[in-house]
C-alpha cells in the first residue's frame, strides 16, 4: 500500500522559513515524478511543485517561483519543499502526490502570521 507521510510545517513569521519533508514507501519512489499541492483555508486544491523522477527537472507555479524549492533523495524515498520568504498566502495544508496515483498523506499544515 502507498504510504505518505508529511511533516514539517508549523507556524512561522512572514519572511521567514520552513522545510517540509514527505516520507514515501509502498512503490517505486524513484520511479515517479511527485507533486506538492497545497490547499487553504476555505479554497480548493493548489498545484505549487513538481520535480520528475531523476529530480534534475522542476517546475513551480507563479505564486511561489523564485520563494520555494523542490528537491528529492531518492535513496531516502523522501521529498522536500524549502519555502523561503513566507507570505500569509501561503497559509495552507500541503501534500505530496505522486503522479499518476491516487495517493495521499495526510497533509501538514503551514501557518504564516503575525
Known amino acids: 500500500e502507498v504510504q505518505l507521510v508529511e511533516s514539517g510545517g508549523g507556524l512561522v513569521q512572514p519572511g521567514g522559513s520552513l522545510r517540509l519533508s514527505c516520507a514515501a514507501s509502498g512503490f517505486t519512489f524513484s520511479s515517479y515524478a511527485m507533486s506538492w499541492v497545497r490547499q487553504a483555508p476555505g479554497k480548493g486544491l493548489e498545484w505549487v511543485s513538481v520535480i520528475n ?18 528537491s528529492r533523495d531518492n535513496a531516502k524515498n523522501t521529498l522536500y519543499l524549502q519555502m523561503n520568504s513566507l507570505k500569509p498566502e501561503d497559509t495552507a495544508v500541503y ?9 495521499w498523506g495526510q497533509g501538514t499544515l503551514v501557518t504564516v502570521s503575525s
Do not use: E, N
Open 95 to 103: 501534500y505530496c502526490a505522486p503522479a499518476g496515483l491516487d495517493a
Open 53 to 70: 523522477s531523476g529530480g534534475g527537472t522542476t517546475s513551480y507555479a507563479d505564486s511561489v517561483k523564485g520563494r520555494f524549492t523542490i
